[in-house]
DNA sequence: CATTGAGTCCCATATCCTGAGAAACTGGGG
DNA sequence: CCCCAGTTTCTCAGGATATGGGACTCAATG
């Protein structure tokens, strides 16, 4: 759905269609049986059968007693091993209950992939709406407040490179779709030091982010706080950032991001 | 580490390299280099090298700034899809979290697949020794209350199933190291309803599992309290077994496992 | 400056994957 | 009970595809 054309100077074949087949499976609601498998990914039978059976055998997918498949609890694992890596997720995540306690409404915790902002974890307040939001999942730059934030305080060539490769998708009226247009929202955003999405992304949702800085002042990720726009108005914005900053200054002390530069930045790439 | 010759029937040595590859680096503790890849398992430079491009146009491993590779976090997007399809993880977890209150000790969500426990949740108590757990990560059943426990309520057939499987790895004095000891130590899981880990995987740690029964009675996963044997004593542990039972009610009720049978299972496989 | 080791890239070859097709199931309905 | 349609499993030979030898670059080291 994301990238459907994974072309790329190097190519393995095989790996390329199994990640299609993890896709498919991940995106499907129910499980899904080897002939829908098959035909979504144009694949012949047999050679879906034989990935898929591949993939059983390393536990990526598994088999419902009807027989179906979906994804395994293999890739479970993977993904907490590899969000492990980040500490940043565990030393977090007491910092942001307090913001979620403070604020009442939901908060989230981004790193940036490439162009998108991936979600690394979420707090919601004990009673409230459910954000629809996916742990995990990524979102384009443009239309939300910790792309904004973690763009402010890039460096300008990190930056024309991702406003190169954003397609300014439109979610909303109020979608910001040009790459002009965002950079001045982006001096905006540097100046006040904080970034608002104002109903961008979606009809009545209202978020605002700070940007998490190591000891060099590069973004390492965000954090934001997002409520429906009745609850979130303009008037609460600054005292909602304030909480965001204190925030977010805790979890800089707690990672070690003090001001005096650090020695070696090896364990923390951006 | 755990089952280091996948073979079968079926085979597509390009998934079984990627999956090497994301292996070792989920394995490993920091970022390696392509040299490093290349020889742990055994490639040839060029093949390791155009694996890991591949895997990270996929964005299944990244580059730290100094060119190193580990896990990338489309993993972590998996993984949270595959966890979400079982969405006994989210209904338990207020009842865990209650469970932990309680108890004061960490508390284990886990499921069986194959034959082997696999952890989907943890919850720690405010103040505790760590435990070392993995979410995600998965034990024999052997030593583990969780394992016994589900074990217990299976069908016979699945049982002798499983324990053909077990290689009854010794981890302290105390494992259950045979087939036989492990059946008469179901038994006496059965008759008590809840299962003991005395020390058997690791020294010094004491766990009491009890299983989650679905309509048709059939142990879909099962949930433990973990402590330091000082702490969970002999004399504790009907208490404490008695706030299991009492949360595993409450995920029951939540799940609509009533006792009523449901008319269909077709969502809920093993 | 030579040397060593890591990473990137190219390309002819043989290996490994592909997909046609047939067999084995499954589960309705007549 | 039998047949049929849909699905899954299995086999195999041909050829597309991944492989790995090797050349090249770059950085670090002596």
Same mark, same amino acid.
């Given at each position: 759905?994301?990238?459907?054309?994974?072309?790329?100077?190097?190519?393995?074949?095989?790996?390329?269609?199994?990640?299609?087949?993890?896709?498919?499976?991940?995106?499907?609601?129910?499980?899904?049986?080897?002939?829908?498998?098959?035909?979504?990914?144009?694949?012949?039978?047999?050679?879906?059968?034989?990935?898929?059976?591949?993939?059983?055998?390393?536990?990526?997918?598994?088999?419902?007693?009807?027989?179906?498949?979906?994804?395994?609890?293999?890739?479970?694992?993977?993904?907490?091993? #590899? $969000?492990?890596?980040?500490?940043?997720? *565990? !030393?977090?995540?007491?910092? @942001? =209950? /307090?913001?979620?306690? %403070?604020?009442?409404?939901?908060?989230?915790?981004?790193?940036?992939?490439?162009?998108?902002?991936?979600?690394?974890?979420?707090?919601?307040?004990?009673?409230?709406?459910?954000?629809?939001?996916?742990?995990?999942?990524?979102?384009?730059?443009?239309?939300?407040?910790?792309?904004? #934030? $973690?763009?402010?305080?890039?460096?300008? *060539? !990190?930056?024309?490179?991702? @406003? =190169? /490769?954003?397609?300014? %998708?439109?979610?909303?009226?109020?979608?910001?779709?040009?790459?002009?247009?965002?950079?001045?929202?982006?001096?905006?955003?540097?100046?006040?030091?904080?970034?608002?999405?104002?109903?961008?992304?979606?009809?009545?949702?209202?978020?605002?982010?700070?940007?998490?800085?190591?000891?060099?002042?590069?973004?390492?990720?965000?954090?934001?706080?997002?409520?429906?726009?009745? =609850?979130?108005?303009?008037?609460?914005?600054?005292?909602?950032?304030?909480?965001?900053?204190?925030?977010?200054?805790?979890?800089?002390?707690?990672?070690?991001?003090?001001?005096?530069?650090?020695?070696?930045?090896?364990?923390?790439?951006?």
């Amino acid at each position: 759905m994301r990238d459907a054309a994974p072309q790329g100077t190097y190519k393995v074949q095989a790996l390329d269609r199994a990640f299609a087949v993890l896709d498919l499976l991940g995106e499907s609601e129910t499980p899904l049986g080897l002939a829908q498998v098959a035909s979504s990914l144009q694949l012949h039978k047999s050679t879906a059968h034989r990935f898929l059976m591949v993939l059983e055998r390393h536990h990526m997918v598994e088999r419902t007693t009807n027989g179906k498949f979906r994804l395994g609890l293999r890739l479970f694992d993977f993904g907490n091993r #590899a $969000i492990e890596q980040y500490d940043l997720r *565990e !030393r977090a995540q007491p910092h @942001l =209950r /307090r913001l979620v306690a %403070e604020t009442e409404e939901t908060a989230h915790l981004c790193v940036l992939e490439q162009a998108r902002v991936i979600y690394i974890d979420k707090i919601e307040p004990a009673r409230s709406v459910r954000m629809i939001t996916r742990i995990g999942s990524s979102n384009p730059v443009h239309c939300t407040s910790v792309g904004k #934030a $973690i763009l402010a305080f890039l460096p300008e *060539e !990190r930056i024309s490179d991702i @406003l =190169r /490769r954003t397609k300014f %998708e439109r979610f909303t009226q109020r979608t910001i779709a040009t790459a002009e247009a965002l950079r001045t929202e982006i001096e905006k955003t540097r100046r006040r030091g904080y970034a608002v999405d104002d109903e961008e992304y979606e009809e009545g949702l209202r978020c605002i982010a700070v940007p998490l800085l190591d000891a060099q002042r590069f973004p390492v990720g965000a954090v934001s706080v997002s409520g429906p726009s009745f =609850r979130v108005t303009a008037q609460k914005l600054p005292s909602i950032a304030n909480h965001l900053v204190q925030c977010v200054r805790g979890i800089s002390a707690d990672m070690g991001f003090t001001s005096a530069s650090r020695n070696s930045r090896v364990a923390w790439p951006a």
